[in-house]
């Protein structure tokens, strides 16, 4: 279980750091304003919410790769060490993405609601996080492409790798 944990907090830095690609790209192309981590920090320090503070951006991105490592964490413990389809991780990280944009971040005030947010936002947002769930399955089979079949924690496996990717077509191939 706690190598699970560890390796899932471990793909979900990286998938943020791919998905952190997307959306900076987003912001030059013009369809961002504010990063909406910077926004979630801001709104979080003390001072008016909406108003710029100092290390918000630092604080913004500090705050991004912790919410991905332990959104990471937890698609570890999920998997439980198989190897899972990279679709199922991208809706795992769209679920992400509605919960928290059309749930409590519009709900504390800090962003609209998706339909509601500025042209262009949940676009760039909705991509970064397919982004994110791709990036991190990818990461998570790559990890335990030497665990046995049926992953856990039993320790290294010695089944050669098309053991380990076998199973039914599109649920567990890679």
């Known amino acids: ?21 997307v959306m900076v790209a987003g912001e030059k192309a013009g369809l961002m304003g504010d990063q909406p981590p910077k ?5 979080a320090l003390p001072g008016h919410r ?6 918000e951006g630092v604080l913004g ?4 790769f912790g919410f991905g490592a332990g ?15 990279p679709p199922l991780g991208v809706v795992y990280a769209l679920g992400i993405w509605v919960g928290s ?18 042209p262009g ?7 970064a996080h397919a982004v994110y769930g791709a990036a991190l399955a990818l990461a998570l089979n790559r990890m335990n492409g030497g665990d046995r079949a049926g992953g856990g924690d039993d320790g290294p ?6 053991a380990v990717s076998a199973g039914p077509p599109g649920l567990s191939r890679v």
């Not at 959104?71 to 389809?85: D, E, K, N, Q, T």
């Open 1 to 21: 279980m706690m190598r699970n944990l560890v390796r899932g907090a471990a793909g979900g830095v990286l998938a943020t750091a791919v998905m952190s690609v």
């Open 157 to 162: 496996g010695t089944a050669p790798q098309a």
């Open 61 to 64: 991105a500090i705050a991004h």
């Open 121 to 127: 936002r949940p676009l760039v947002m909705g991509t």
């Open 50 to 55: 909406h108003r710029p503070k100092p290390g």
């Open 101 to 118: 944009y059309a749930g409590w971040v519009p709900r504390l005030g800090i962003l609209p609601s998706i339909p509601r947010d500025r």
């Open 71 to 85: 959104a990471g964490a937890v698609y570890g413990l999920l998997s439980r060490g198989r190897r899972i389809a």
């Open 39 to 43: 926004r979630i920090v801001r709104a």
